[in-house]
């Protein structure tokens, strides 16, 4: 099925040209004014050689700039390679070696130049530069074409790159645009990075539905003031919920990224926020899963054009938002597994139809010859009303091979002692954590979420 025959925006040009496409700190920029940039941008991208089929490694944080340069790269015939610009050089060099993108437009100015050690040829640096409207020879309109190139936060390695089709792209913004009712009335905040599936995925919604996009340098609850939709982690919807005041226009949040503690989604429906829980991973670009908050701590059924089983334990997915492959040494190499499904290294089951989203494969450990499921013991924690965060991570120990250690992050004023006399009699011995530590504020900021390499570097640096 063919959702769109044209790049959405000369659609919705076409159209709706006056409707307000974006809505920036500078003000609106209807569908038509910003087809026409983005029509003297991509004339600029061509003329410096970033044409059909070349590879751009973009980086930089959301800004309009950045925005603005994708779809105009995309106009072009250009796939996307987004970086996010905290990437450290020891992740960038042997990444950009593998992808080999031909040109770099670095929004965060620190690239090529400034980097050692880069992979050879150097990318070409590409500008920013408009070139008259009329210079511009758009690429055709090819959905089965691969628009971006996603990197994974796997855990462990190199990230992957996932190769999405606009197809793909697209397929998955219908799920969830029917799902939630998002439609060309409503605005939706870019509230997570470009750089991840996250935040594509609102623009895609947007694209699909010929809606607005808000672009805002405000921090969140300000950022949130006017817009109807926005896409929040769980850690993003705690701090909200810290403010006084609340986003009167604010009618959906679409939460995911990581469990989704019920207590919190409470919360928030109490104080007025809609609450919308979502599954979803790079792979099969964002939401698989998703449902309108219940009192139940699943994630709801498989969207339109997802498919979801369970084997093993283990959550497969299947359909038509799946990635075309990962993207190495200039090839697709397969996804998929040999029946045909992409085996996500999540542990789930079905209950009351919904799917429940149990922790990854990886991260089980064993004490003393128990099985000890990290996210188990997070969740439980999660509902203490103090704990904002809780991660599980395993200690080395001789005598039980490893032990459960707790790293939290609690609302100010609380104190260690009291979660973990709550948490004692709710927890199995081998379940029980053997240490008790505060993570430091500002860990969680910036990335959308925390890598467990991380924490255990930083709970190594604590002995
Ligand atoms: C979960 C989980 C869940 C992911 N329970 N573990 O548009 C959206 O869907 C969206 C809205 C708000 C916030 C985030 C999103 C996302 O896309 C998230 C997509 C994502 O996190 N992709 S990822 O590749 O970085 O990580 C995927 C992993 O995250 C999964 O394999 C799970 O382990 C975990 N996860 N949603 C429990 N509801």
Not at 419 to 439: D, K
């Amino acid at each position: 099925a063919h959702l769109l025959t044209d790049f959405p925006w000369r659609v919705w040009a076409q159209t709706t040209p006056t409707a307000v496409a974006l809505q920036t700190d500078a003000g609106p920029l209807s569908w038509r004014a910003l087809a026409a940039r983005l029509d003297r941008l991509c004339a600029g991208f061509q003329r410096q050689g970033a044409s059909s089929g070349a590879l751009v490694a973009l980086r930089g944080k959301n800004s309009l700039p950045l925005l603005l340069s994708w779809l105009a790269l995309l106009q072009a015939g250009a796939r996307v390679l987004p970086l996010n610009p905290q990437l450290p050089p020891a992740t960038l060099q042997p990444l950009l070696r593998s992808l080999r993108p031909d040109f770099m437009l670095d929004l965060a100015e620190l690239l090529p130049d400034n980097l050692p050690g880069l992979p050879h040829p150097v990318p070409a640096a590409l500008r920013i530069k408009s070139a008259p409207q009329q210079a511009a020879s758009p690429a055709a309109w090819r959905p089965e074409a691969i628009a971006t190139l996603t990197l994974t936060s796997g855990s462990t390695g190199l990230p992957k790159a996932a190769a999405h089709t606009f197809q793909a792209l697209l397929h998955s913004a219908a799920g969830v645009n029917q799902l939630m009712n998002f439609n060309a009335a409503e605005s939706w905040l870019l509230s997570l990075p470009l750089c991840h599936v996250s935040g594509q995925g609102i623009v895609w919604r947007w694209l699909l539905a010929g809606a607005c996009l808000m672009l805002s340098d405000a921090p969140l609850p300000q950022a949130l003031c006017g817009c109807s939709f926005a896409s929040l982690v769980p850690t993003q919807l705690w701090r909200l919920l810290q403010q006084p005041q609340r986003p009167a226009a604010l009618k959906a949040t679409l939460l995911g990224g990581a469990a989704i503690p019920p207590d919190l989604v409470a919360r928030a429906e109490a104080a007025g926020i809609s609450c919308w829980c979502g599954y979803g991973l790079t792979e099969s670009a964002a939401t698989v899963c998703g449902k309108r908050a219940n009192n139940r701590p699943g994630v709801g059924k498989a969207l339109s054009g997802r498919e979801v089983r369970i084997v093993d334990g283990e959550i497969w997915l299947r359909g038509a938002t799946l990635a075309s492959g990962y993207w190495r040494d200039g090839q697709l190499q397969p996804l998929i597994n040999p029946h045909g499904w992409f085996a996500t290294g999540d542990l789930g089951r079905w209950q009351q139809d919904e799917l429940q989203v149990l922790g990854r494969k990886d991260n089980l450990f064993f004490s003393g010859g128990e099985a000890v499921q990290p996210e188990a013991i997070e969740s439980l924690l999660m509902r203490h009303p103090a704990v904002m965060q809780a991660f599980i991570m395993p200690q080395a120990d001789e005598e039980w091979g490893a032990r459960p250690v707790a790293l939290l992050m609690l609302t100010p004023g609380r104190t260690l002692e009291s979660v973990a006399a709550w948490a004692r009699e709710q927890l199995a011995s081998f379940q029980r954590p053997v240490r008790w530590l505060t993570l430091p504020e500002g860990f969680t900021q910036g990335g959308i979420k925390l890598s467990r390499q991380q924490l255990a570097q930083w709970l190594q640096a604590q002995q």
